[in-house]
């Protein structure tokens, strides 16, 4: 009797009720149904070496949530990567560093995927992803830090106090992007972490055949380095000088020219507030004076001291460097520019980022590719930088003790503080040297300047 009723209450209901009770009980029934997401592909491995670590990066159509753990004798790194395949046969890693020495991998769980490298040592892993950019789609990155390296650096302390003599000058020369960062890059193609590389090796050697100065090269290779890491290097080495090399690009290809750019104050100051939380590992950045009894008013005073000075000389320092680019054609400005770059904000290191060229312009593309243009942009940075220490040598270098004796001429404004600063000497020795009694100074006095 009730399947009867159920039967009569069916076919009393209308045809659109029925379609809506029918199309409800479909949709409860499907989203019972286990769901399988589509399965993302890795395309691709690309590899890069540099001296402390490997990258390996890891090309994708979709974010891959991941998974990474080391595993011992032997030493092995194994990557698992959730819901996805390899459609793509991957290069062998094995000839492209000293960390890896083989790969292989396998289905798992039907639907992941396990990539393990096995490893001549064990490594200090670390991996993030990264979104689409211009040049590239989702990516997984996978750093391998070789241990015993790490192990070094940590046990090794950085010296920052120069040594006493007739050392030489050290310039840091930065060549810009590198590995997974190509920068910039040319309507042909041309990358422009691959010009500036090669310029900067030509500006290093250029660098060392000068009686007194040597250079470090922060990249001298294919590879990413962070931008604080680069600053880290150059004061490792007690530079000098620190000049990052680019080129610069724009959406108008008709846009020319080089460009020189010092850090802007704002930039500065901002930077300060970070010293400041570190201020236990920041006594260096100040002549070696302990911040970590000092109150945040006398440490940021200190800093700030110790950053004016910084400051003017890397401001220097560029003039003469864009007056060279000047004699290669035409610049972009008409005087240094400053910016909030990261690598110009060392404290104790005058530093200049220089932009060679628009590698956008076809033009200047095409000259960037060319060795003996690559070279007279060198020869002009290095006559720049020549031209700044010989003028401006660090006390205790052999630039300083065999240069030719100095001298200034009082203009309008000019104070015996401001003068001493310039030529880093202190006060009283501008005072013996010119048997001054006071700080007293008038217009047109000229002013003998004691070498280093």
């Known amino acids: 009797m009730r399947a009867i009723f159920r039967m009569n209450f069916i ?18 029934f499907v989203s019972s149904l286990p769901l399988y997401a589509k399965q993302s592909e890795v395309t691709g491995l690309r590899i890069w070496s540099a001296p402390d670590h490997v990258r390996l990066v890891f090309d994708a159509d979709a ?22 395949t390899l459609t793509e046969h991957l ?17 798992r769980d039907k639907t992941d995927m396990r990539v393990v490298f096995d490893l001549n040592s064990a490594v200090k892993p670390k991996s993030f992803s990264l979104k689409p950019n211009r040049e590239y789609g989702h990516r997984l990155v996978i750093d391998l830090y070789d241990d015993k390296i790490a192990a070094s650096r ?25 590995g997974e960062d190509p920068g910039a890059r040319g309507r042909k193609g041309t990358f422009e972490k691959d010009v500036v590389l090669a310029i900067g090796r030509k500006l290093v050697a250029m660098i060392n055949q000068q009686k007194g100065m040597r250079a470090l090269l922060i990249r001298d290779g ?16 007690q530079a000098d000088l620190f000049v990052s090399i680019h080129a610069d690009a724009f959406h108008d290809p008709r846009v020319r020219g080089s460009s020189v750019y010092t850090l802007s104050r704002s930039g500065a100051s901002n930077e300060v507030a970070r010293w400041l939380a570190e201020r236990e590992n920041s006594a260096d950045l100040v002549g070696g004076v302990s911040l970590e009894d000092k109150d945040d008013m006398l440490a940021s005073v200190l800093l700030d001291l110790s950053q004016i000075g910084t400051l003017q000389a890397g401001s220097e320092a560029a003039s003469r460097v864009f007056r060279q680019l000047k004699t290669l054609g035409k610049t972009h400005k008409r005087r240094v520019q400053q ?3 990261v690598v110009l904000k060392s404290p104790d290191i005058p530093s200049m980022l220089v932009e060679t060229a628009f590698i956008s312009n076809p033009e200047e593309e095409r000259r960037l590719r060319e060795s003996g243009h690559q070279r ?20 205790g270098t052999w630039l300083a003790a065999n240069q030719a004796p100095r001298k200034h001429v009082i203009s309008p404004g000019d104070t015996l503080i401001a003068i001493a600063n310039r030529y880093r000497v202190s006060v009283n020795r501008l005072r013996n040297a010119n048997e001054l009694k006071g700080d007293t100074i008038r217009i047109g006095q000229v002013l003998q300047i004691p070498g280093g």
């Open 63 to 84: 974010q891959i949530a991941h998974k990474i753990f080391t595993l011992k004798a032997p030493d092995r790194l194994v990557l698992d990567l959730k819901n996805a």
């Open 11 to 28: 076919f009393s209901m209308g045809h659109g009720e029925m379609r809506r009770r029918f199309t409800l009980l479909l949709l409860l």
């Open 91 to 107: 290069p062998n890693p094995t000839k492209e560093n000293k960390i890896i020495r083989g790969m292989r991998s396998a289905v």
């Open 154 to 178: 940590r046990s090794k302390p950085v010296k920052t106090a120069k040594t006493v003599g007739q050392r030489d000058v050290v310039i840091a020369v930065d060549p810009g992007h590198g």
């Open 222 to 237: 294919d590879y990413y380095l962070g931008l604080r890491k680069r600053i880290a290097k150059a004061r490792e080495h």
């Open 376 to 395: 007279k942009v060198a020869k002009a940075l290095m006559k720049g930088i020549l031209d700044y220490f010989r003028y401006q040598p660090p006390p």
């Open 339 to 341: 910016a909030g770059f």
